[in-house]
């Protein structure tokens, strides 16, 4: 008797999980690895935007003409850092709160994770409208810190915005760090990648101990060592792992990547009083390259450095921290646009934002083009 009510309360739980995931605009996971997720999707005529339920990642943003995934980037479990492994894996285009990095010895201890905690739980799922808009959540208990996201897809052009809002639940200020770790992986990080951005001078982390403005270089170049071999961050020939941190002279910031084989370029534009650092990864494994990170932030200090230091340290007059006062919220933006490059094309020469739209200036082989997205 109690066997076959477990049978029938078994089968009533799987049918109550099945009938959720299948929701109008949630996907069910037909990996293994996946099983415990949930993907929201957002879309219009030309695009359509996924997004995970489990650490909050954009995983997918793709032009319905050619289905171009950009953000195919993803963690194995079993990749992941130990102080991470209950939770979600690292994919696609996920949100550093709290931390970029690694915790302290004594926040793991008590089970802070791996680049904060909104990018491993699970977030809430507020309200969903019209299928292009949809407003999430997450609680970082041990950080006092709550993220509130809304992200709005365009009405008929290939471009969403993004706006978070991080809320301080402590009685006491503290400081901050917010990266968008957008991440491409292959096949659209290949060989014939193209990276443009308006980013001023950096550095690359490997050289940081001998200080920062040292081996200090000029976008698109980051010096590899100290003999002053460089290392041109826009193009993907470099066959070892880096981090490249610039910063920017602009109000707006932005970067684009094109994979001229599949002629498909990604964006992101934000201001850059909100995010003032812009860090290039190039991600290797097993002597190829797996990651192609376009992470912009509040931060271009991660954990190589102490805490003290990213506290004091500065970069061309650019601070490397943001506090938030007690009970108090900071709101951040972000666009992220995708469009087939034209034939000639040679690079982005500019990009810009007002009043809901987006303007991409291209140079090719036969002039300047503008590209425009609304919202």
């Known amino acids: 008797m109690v066997k076959g009510l477990l049978s029938v309360l078994t089968i009533i739980s799987f049918l109550s999980l099945f009938l959720y995931s299948c929701s109008p605009n949630e996907k069910p996971i037909s990996s293994v690895e996946d099983k415990k997720d949930t993907i929201i999707v957002l879309e219009n005529d030309a695009i359509q935007l996924k997004i ?9 943003f793709h032009d319905k003409k050619n289905g171009i995934n950009p953000l195919t980037w993803k963690m194995k479990e079993s990749q992941m850092p130990d102080n991470n492994k209950n ?111 308006n980013a001023t001078y950096g550095f690359n982390r490997n050289l940081t101990k001998y200080g ?61 009083n909100e995010y003032p650092w812009l860090s290039i990864w190039n991600g290797m494994q097993d002597g190829k390259l797996w990651a192609k990170g376009l992470e912009f932030g509040t931060t271009g200090l991660g954990d190589t450095f102490s805490f003290v230091d990213r506290c004091s340290i500065s970069f061309h007059k650019v601070r490397s921290i943001e506090y938030i006062d007690a009970k108090s919220s900071v709101s951040k933006t972000y666009f992220c646009f995708g469009l087939q490059i034209p034939d000639g094309f040679q690079k ?10 987006v303007t991409v200036v291209l140079l090719t082989n036969s002039g300047v083009k503008e590209i425009q997205f609304s919202l």
């Open 52 to 60: 995970s339920v489990f650490g909050g990642a954009i995983i997918d």
């Open 212 to 272: 920062l403005e040292k081996y200090a270089a000029e976008w698109p170049n980051a010096y590899a060592d100290t003999l002053m071999k460089t290392i041109d961050v826009s193009k993907n020939s470099w066959d070892s792992d880096y981090v490249a941190t610039y910063i920017f002279s602009d109000s707006i910031g932005w970067i684009t990547a094109v994979n001229l084989n599949q002629k498909q370029l990604v964006g992101y534009t934000w201001k850059t």
């Open 87 to 197: 939770g979600a894996v690292f994919q696609g285009h996920f949100v550093c709160v709290g931390h970029w990095g690694s915790p302290s010895e004594g926040e793991k201890k008590l089970g802070m994770p791996h680049n904060g905690e909104p990018a491993n739980n699970w977030w809430n799922i507020k309200s969903k409208k019209d299928g292009r808009f949809l407003e999430m959540s997450c609680d970082a208990p041990l950080d006092g810190l709550t993220i509130n996201r809304k992200v709005a897809v365009s009405q008929n052009t290939s471009c969403f915005k993004v706006t978070e809002t991080i809320t301080n639940d402590l009685s006491i200020g503290r400081i901050n760090t917010i990266v968008q770790h957008a991440t491409l992986g292959l096949p659209f990080a290949d060989k014939s990648l193209i990276i443009n951005s």
């Open 348 to 357: 982005t020469l500019r990009v810009f934002f007002d009043k809901g739209m």
